[in-house]
């Protein structure tokens, strides 16, 4: 074995040396590095997102032309310069000469790969990317790079045609990711589409491309990346074996049985269990609150899951994930989570079940007879315990359903809700304005609305309300109001306070300052929301602006994206949230019971109030350096308290007490229109709700988002350097490393041509 490596690796230095003495491989490789990184920069730019998936969405269909083309000479140039069996004559197996020219062509590729790596580090740099995802991409793209060059140096090596050689791995290696394409995929039987879906390239890159490794797909590239390997070593061996000899038949028919084994393999990989995940926040990882919760069930909760066998191809995609999470709910349930999996086509009875569960199919197109055929299928599921249910009919999207199984099996398992309360009056925002929030607490609180203009103050118990939600009332709230809210907070309540500072004449493009009649109140507990408004001339939302007879982009300072804070459980794993005409929230910096939760960027500033709000104006007002300014604070007296040894200062907070709160400075970005585009404003919501009723195990469930965060850049300069240095720098080294290796080698050829013709002339004078 160690004699076998050592000639693999020297059969690998070989070949990774001759690439890099070819003009032909520094070609490919500039030009393989400009394409993509042209391409990347456009979409990643457009998006302002901070994720490489615009590159490695390209890899596949840039790699089925590169990699054919690195691997077409490998064996094939051996054969046609009749090289091929000198080297077979040497001391060498088949299995040790393929091998060989793998590993070096691996590596010269591998290398080339490592050019995106400025892009990579730069995107981390500038924001707060998820490195284990961007680790996990690069780990997929190697085994990528594995599998097609396997088919390359295959068609290599049944050929002496390099053009021919390179048509033959591009067709197998296109052919490879076409199979997993909606544009094949609608045109099979669903059957078909499944099991060609389980071979593809596609699903299995991009699931790696997630965070995952997976064992399914490390099981598939390792197993077809072998298999074209030793089709690759089997047609050496025609070169030394008889054709009609024993030892070639066994060959063939060992060759024969793996191929088979691979492909069974694969069609039944769903079954095999077992992944890593890569993620900085263990995105598809079953969160220790869902153990909590699971794992305190006292009673059989039944999971049933209605799934068809020929479902659309877009929905097969999501079926393994659905399947896996199940598994985990039910292994950390200690078997008190009892789960079925039904077909309702497999008869009448079983679709009777569905139907009493209020699981209904869905209806998607296939083609059939060179027409679209409307065919229908399951795939929901639902959850019962005692006379509770909950159902979900068709499950669309996977991010989100941990939180909504957890939650639901929360939901039906506890015997009493917490109770939220909206204050109205005052022109404050009813639980209508926010569709969104109230539905995502629907299934766990009691949602109620409290009058506080009409209302007796003793309505605001903290017996029967655990969470007051005010949100941005439009006029003064009344003195007696205030005290009330006050005294509730004083006497251990909670509170979500969205504070409104500004509103607008439609009739002209200035904001007009608003007092919210909580001023006192919150500045008595340390927090003041002054009248500003905030922007951020680095990291904001783009709007569309008129510009003549064209509808065009533009960056909107006045609607920020913020930046997390502190660590926090509200923001606990979320990247970024969307505000709208905020105004700062202010605090004592050495107040321990403060805790900054969303904040702008470096760039961040304060316009007056009444300062104009038009697009492209907004920055005229500005006043003050740029800075960090903060959108939303959470409040916790109890954190007063100093410890042993720490915070023994912070005398300005001990007499403090009371109930959580938290403040925010915008009571517009949980409306729908902010919330749909970036659903972790939702998310932040929910999580200061749980907060504040102090039930943190679902935050940890909700916070799994798994948005890209934005990609925020300082300056245009940064901005730029970031592109040119990948677009420009990586491929002009290339060309420099090529040219100085390339050119060293000629004049070394020529030295040492030199120095033999003067040793012949020496050798001629001697005579």
């Not at 072998?226 to 025609?238: I, K, S």
């Not at 079953?286 to 919760?293: A, F, H, N, P």
Request: hydrophobic residues 45%; glycine residues 8%.
């Amino acid at each position: 074995m160690k004699s076998m490596m050592k000639q693999v690796l020297l059969i690998a230095r070989r070949e990774l040396r001759s690439f890099f003495d070819q003009p032909t491989a520094y070609v490919l490789a500039v030009a393989f590095l400009g394409l993509g990184l042209y391409l990347s920069f456009r979409q990643l730019y457009a998006m302002q997102r901070a994720t490489l998936r615009p590159f490695f969405d390209l890899l596949p269909w840039l790699l089925m032309i590169f990699i054919p083309a690195i691997a077409m000479r490998t064996i094939a140039e051996e054969r046609r310069s009749r090289t091929l069996e000198w080297l077979i004559a040497q001391p060498l197996s088949e299995i040790e000469v393929v091998l060989g020219k793998f590993l070096g062509s691996w590596l010269f590729v591998l290398i080339t790969l490592a050019g995106t790596l400025p892009m990579a580090l730069g995107v981390l740099f500038v924001s707060e990317a998820d490195s284990g995802i961007v680790f996990a991409q690069y780990v997929g793209a190697a085994l990528l790079t594995a599998q097609m060059l396997a088919v390359g140096i295959w068609a290599s090596a049944i050929t002496r045609n390099q053009i021919t050689a390179f048509i033959l791995g591009a067709f197998t290696c296109f052919l490879l990711v076409l199979i997993g394409s909606p544009v094949v995929q609608i045109e099979l039987p669903r059957w078909l589409g499944g099991w060609l879906l389980q071979l593809s390239v596609i699903s299995h890159f991009e699931n790696v491309g997630r965070g995952v490794i997976d064992l399914r797909d490390l099981l598939y590239f390792a197993s077809t990346c072998g298999l074209f390997l030793l089709l690759a070593v089997g047609a050496l061996g025609r070169e030394r074996l008889s054709l009609k000899g024993e030892a070639y038949s066994r060959l063939r028919l060992g060759t024969g049985v793996l191929a088979v084994g691979v492909l069974v393999l694969n069609l039944l990989g769903g079954h095999v269990r077992g992944r890593l995940d890569l993620t900085d926040d263990n995105l598809f990882t079953l969160s220790d609150g869902s153990r909590e919760i699971l794992g305190n069930l006292d009673d059989i909760v039944n999971l049933t899951l209605f799934l068809s066998d020929d479902l659309p191809q877009e929905i097969q995609v999501i079926e393994r994930d659905v399947k896996d999470l199940v598994a985990d709910l039910e292994g950390a349930s200690d078997g008190m989570l009892a789960v079925r999996e039904i077909n309702p086509d497999d008869g009448d009875e079983s679709e009777e079940e569905a139907s009493s569960m209020g699981i209904m199919p869905i209806e998607f197109n296939v083609i059939g007879d060179d027409e679209f055929q409307v065919k229908r299928g399951y795939f929901g599921l639902a959850l019962t315990y005692a006379d509770a249910q909950e159902i979900i009919p068709v499950i669309d999207r996977a991010d989100d359903l941990e939180f909504r199984l957890v939650s639901a099996i929360a939901s039906m398992t506890t015997e009493e809700r917490p109770r939220l309360a909206f204050m109205t009056g005052f022109g404050a925002k009813e639980p209508f304005h926010y569709r969104g929030f109230r539905e995502s607490l629907a299934d766990r609180f009691d949602i109620s609305s409290v009058n506080m203009e009409t209302d007796s103050a003793a309505t605001l118990d903290n017996d029967s309300i655990d969470v007051l939600v005010v949100a941005a009332p439009e006029t003064p709230v009344s003195p007696e109001a205030a005290d009330a809210i006050g005294g509730y907070l004083d006497a251990g309540g909670a509170a979500l306070l969205l504070i409104e500072r500004h509103a607008f004449n439609p009739q002209s493009p200035m904001s007009m300052p608003v007092t919210s009649g909580l001023e006192d109140m919150l500045a008595a507990r340390g927090v003041k929301s002054t009248g500003e408004l905030m922007f951020d001339a680095a990291s904001a939302s783009q709007v569309q602006v008129q510009q003549g007879i064209f509808r065009v982009f533009r960056r909107y300072a006045l609607w920020p994206i913020a930046i997390r804070g502190n660590n926090h459980a509200t923001n606990r794993d979320l990247n970024n949230i969307n505000f709208a005409w905020a105004s700062p929230v202010t605090w004592q910096e050495d107040d321990p019971t403060v805790t900054p939760l969303w904040t702008t960027t470096e760039n961040g500033g304060v316009n007056p109030a009444g300062s104009p709000v038009q697009p492209g104006m907004e920055l005229a007002a500005a006043q003050g350096e740029p800075g960090v300014h903060t959108f939303a604070v959470a409040v916790d007296p109890s954190l007063a308290e100093p410890g042993e040894g720490e915070n023994d200062d912070a005398e300005v907070a001990t007499d403090r007490s009371g109930g959580r709160f938290i403040v925010v400075g915008d009571g517009d970005f949980l409306e729908d229109g902010f919330v749909q585009p970036n659903p972790q404003n939702l998310a932040f919501a929910a999580n200061a709700v749980d907060w504040l009723v102090q039930d943190e195990a679902l935050i940890n469930i909700r916070s799994k988002d798994r948005t890209p965060p934005a990609l925020v850049f300082e300056s245009d300069s940064s901005k730029g350097a970031l592109k040119w240095t990948s677009l420009i720098g990586v491929p002009a080294l290339f060309i420099l490393l090529g040219f100085a290796r390339v050119t060293g080698r000629t004049k070394r050829a020529e030295r040492r041509w030199r120095e033999g013709e003067a040793e012949g002339g020496k050798e001629a004078d001697d005579e």
